[in-house]
């Protein structure tokens, strides 16, 4: 079975500084890897995600991730952080499971972004 | 095109009640997953339900029942509430082709708050 660890439960940064936030993935094959993100009061959205191919993967509001096979990570990253994406970000995988995919998530980072 | 709507997106009930909480997916997609959200225990698949059948359970007690119906809406049932039930009740759907692999991306609704006193 799958699983998500995303090691950082809160992290602080302040605005215009980059970020890094950690995920490992446990998964015997190669997994379908997401980022979403939550803010106060509202459900998730998708970031960004890893199927195949280049990767380094770009998604919106000018985040990245990197797929490191060798360390089964998928780090999300981003230059520099506005006061806006303060938020839950959630890593998780998916992995096919009789023929439909099944998506684990991690418990979370919370990101505090201070002036 | 309308986004994943969730009814009601407050509730509050008491111990020993039970619930009904409505999920209607972007249009076309026929996968519905629905999710419970704690502080503590993060998010946890409860189940997931395509062309109205039941594909996959998380480890949730038999209190936590759903169904979905033609149109591919979907409700989520809990009897007997418990004090710990009290969540953000996440309700995901995603557009599955046919044959693996498959671009399962999920679209997350705003969620059903529900609060059990």
């Known amino acids: 079975a799958q699983s998500v660890t995303q090691p950082d439960i809160h992290i602080t940064v302040s605005e215009g500084a980059s970020l890094e936030l950690r995920c490992n993935y446990s998964?015997?094959?190669?997994?379908?890897l997401f980022w979403y993100v939550q803010s106060p009061g509202q459900g998730l959205q998708l970031l960004l995600k890893?199927?195949?191919?280049?990767?380094l993967v770009q998604g919106i509001k000018g985040f990245e991730a990197e797929f490191k096979r060798s360390q089964s990570s998928f780090n999300l990253r981003k230059p520099s952080v506005h006061w806006s994406d303060a938020a839950e970000y959630f890593c998780?995988?998916?992995?096919?499971?009789?023929?439909?995919?099944?998506?684990?998530f991690g418990t979370g980072t919370k990101l505090q972004v201070i002036p | 095109k309308a986004g994943v709507t969730q009814t009601p997106r407050y509730l509050i009930k008491t111990r020993g009640q039970q619930v009904t909480l409505s999920c209607s997916p972007i249009?076309?997609?026929?996968?519905v997953s629905w999710y419970q959200q704690t502080p503590g225990q993060g998010l946890q698949f409860l189940f997931e339900?395509?062309?109205?059948?039941?594909?996959n359970k998380g480890n949730f007690p038999g209190r936590f029942s759903g169904r979905q119906f033609s149109n591919s809406r979907s409700e989520m049932n809990v009897s007997t509430l418990e004090l710990g039930d009290s969540a953000l009740y996440l309700c995901?759907?995603?557009?599955?082709?046919?044959?693996?692999?498959?671009?399962?991306?999920?679209?997350f609704g705003p969620g059903t708050r529900l609060t059990v006193l």
């Open positions: 339900y395509f062309s109205e059948t039941q594909r």
């Open positions: 998780a995988v998916g992995a096919n499971s009789g023929g439909y995919q099944k998506v684990t």
């Open positions: 890893y199927f195949s191919g280049d990767t």
């Open positions: 998964y015997g094959a190669t997994p379908y």
């Open positions: 249009s076309g997609h026929r996968s």
């Open positions: 995901a759907s995603s557009l599955v082709a046919s044959g693996p692999p498959v671009d399962n991306e999920q679209f």
